[in-house]
């Protein structure tokens, strides 16, 4: 391995085009992974992933849908299939920590059309994304100046800033700050909500469980939490995406597992507990969760803490969700650059195809999540990871299948493409490239897991174990 370590690119370019490999994309896979001008320099601190603003504002939607259980369930069923796809992309990112990751990954070891719709479907999810978070910062601008003149201004500032970020390298580290102010806003209300709860507001009122109490109307329906689950894939849609910066990441093989295995107290503390206490601080037909605002008078947590005589607390939670929208649209602008480097390196075409509304994206993730999970399944063989990989399969199907299930009692034609537009765009994007490329499906016997796959020499440095408090708060939190 030494001696490798010594050859430049070219020598090491020539031993590999040496060696026979088991298709007919290995050649181009070697010359890609090593011609691949993207630098190493993110720490495992930058890969938190991302929390948008469906967790602080949407949460309140799914509360008043489908009461305090119906949305618990929702939000843990959505979890248990998102962290299914963070497992199986995490596997394969650290066995193959390369650019492109799961649309590289499904291309290689699935079928090349099927790489070249996955990485399409990703990237388009991100553009989507991107003008949605951006949408979403600049209401939460309003909260604080409701002049409707200034949204251009605070539109082209927010874009600049997200585009400056980009730009400016991946040593910065704006993510993790803003990972940081995002995780400990969701604590701080996770323990203030607790104290209102047992009465130590202002107000002095003990809640309890009076708030999730069972609702006169039966609310846990399948059409209601079909609906919220519809939401809580919205805020969970990105989570997978720590993997995208597998080959900007010091010691990926290491950072990257790191940062799978935490994803699950995230989940757990961040989005299941947060639901929980929201059902128990909030009754599901409180008048105010009509408020359609989009700024920090819609989140549940402003809610309850007016009721119990906070006052202060929106403008705090207001800046926490607007750090949380830019940040989410930085990510997704980071995230969607990558994935289109990934496509144009590849094969990918001109066009691009234009779609709205955050269902959408939330349709696409669970379309992306089903591809992630179903590569993992044709090019790995662990058992245990195997049944998560077929409950994400599952699930995601049915998900696909049924989101748009409430169009069928009452039919609207832009409410039935919003909710199945994602299928046709991805099997004309599959089935185009296949058509005009003659591709195949790889035989596991075919599948090349060997080339421009750097080895554990070549990526991982040795750990340096935390020596400050703050550095050990950060290896507990990141």
Request: charged share 15%.
């Given at each position: 391995m030494?001696?490798?370590?010594?050859?430049?690119?070219?020598d090491l370019k020539a031993d590999i085009a040496a060696v026979q490999v088991p298709n007919a994309t290995a050649a181009l896979n070697a010359d890609f992974q090593l011609s691949d001008p993207l630098k190493r320099r993110l720490k495992q601190r930058h890969i938190?992933?991302?929390?948008?603003?469906?967790?602080?504002?949407g949460s309140g939607e799914a509360l008043r849908v489908a009461g305090p259980l119906g949305a618990l369930i929702a939000y843990m069923l959505v979890g248990t299939v998102a962290y299914s796809s963070l497992c199986s992309v995490g596997e394969m990112t650290t066995f193959a920590p390369?650019?492109?990751?799961?649309?590289?990954?499904?291309?290689?070891?699935?079928?090349?059309?099927?790489?070249?719709?996955?990485?399409?479907?990703?990237?388009?999810?991100?553009?989507?994304s991107v003008p949605v978070e951006v949408a979403a910062a600049v209401i939460l601008l309003g909260f604080w100046d409701d002049n409707a003149s200034h949204a251009a201004i605070y539109t082209a500032v927010i874009c600049v800033l997200m585009c400056a970020i980009n730009i400016f390298g991946v040593r910065h580290t704006a993510e993790f700050f803003f990972a940081l102010i995002?995780?400990?806003?969701?604590i701080g209300l996770l323990l203030a909500g607790l104290v209102i709860d047992l009465g130590g507001g202002p107000n002095h009122d003990r809640i309890g469980f009076r708030a999730s109490a069972p609702p006169n109307e039966y609310r846990i329906r399948f059409l209601a939490i079909m609906s919220v689950i519809i939401q809580a894939a919205f805020s969970f849609t990105g989570m997978e995406l720590v993997a995208i910066a597998a080959s900007e990441t010091e010691s990926p093989r290491r950072?990257?597992?790191k940062a799978v295995n935490r994803v699950v107290y995230r989940i757990v503390v961040f989005y299941i507990l947060g639901i929980l206490m929201i059902g128990m601080l909030v009754s599901y037909n409180d008048d105010a969760l009509l408020n359609t605002s989009g700024n920090a008078a819609q989140s549940p947590f402003v809610i309850a803490f007016?009721?119990?005589g906070v006052k202060v607390l929106p403008h705090i939670i207001n800046a926490a969700v607007f750090t949380s929208a830019f940040s989410a649209g930085n990510s997704y602008l980071f995230c969607g650059s990558r994935i289109l480097y990934c496509v144009s390196s590849g094969a990918g075409t001109s066009f691009l195809v234009r779609v709205w509304l955050q269902n959408l994206t939330a349709t696409g993730g669970f379309i992306g999540w089903f591809c992630i999970n179903l590569t993992y399944r044709t090019c790995i063989t662990t058992l245990g990871?195997?049944?998560?990989?077929?409950?994400?399969?599952?699930?995601?199907?049915?998900?696909?299948?049924?989101?748009?299930?409430?169009?069928f009692f009452s039919f609207d034609i832009s409410d039935f493409l919003v909710a199945y537009i994602n299928l046709p765009i991805f099997a004309s994007l599959y089935v185009g490239y296949k058509f005009i490329m003659r591709t195949r499906i790889w035989k596991p016997e075919d599948m090349d897991l060997v080339t421009g796959i750097p080895s554990i020499e070549?990526?991982?440095?040795?750990?340096?174990?935390?020596?400050?408090?703050?550095?050990?708060?950060?290896a507990l939190l990141f």
């Open positions: 030494a001696d490798i370590e010594k050859q430049d690119s070219t938190a992933g991302t929390i948008g603003t469906g967790l602080f504002l390369i650019s492109g990751t799961f649309p590289h990954f499904a291309a290689r070891w699935v079928d090349p059309a099927f790489g070249f719709a996955v990485g399409w479907n990703y990237f388009y999810g991100q553009a989507i995002k995780l400990s806003t969701i950072n990257i597992g007016n009721r119990a990871n195997l049944i998560l990989a077929w409950w994400g399969i599952f699930w995601t199907v049915f998900f696909t299948l049924v989101n748009g299930y409430a169009v070549e990526t991982e440095k040795s750990e340096i174990p935390p020596r400050t408090l703050l550095e050990r708060i950060a």
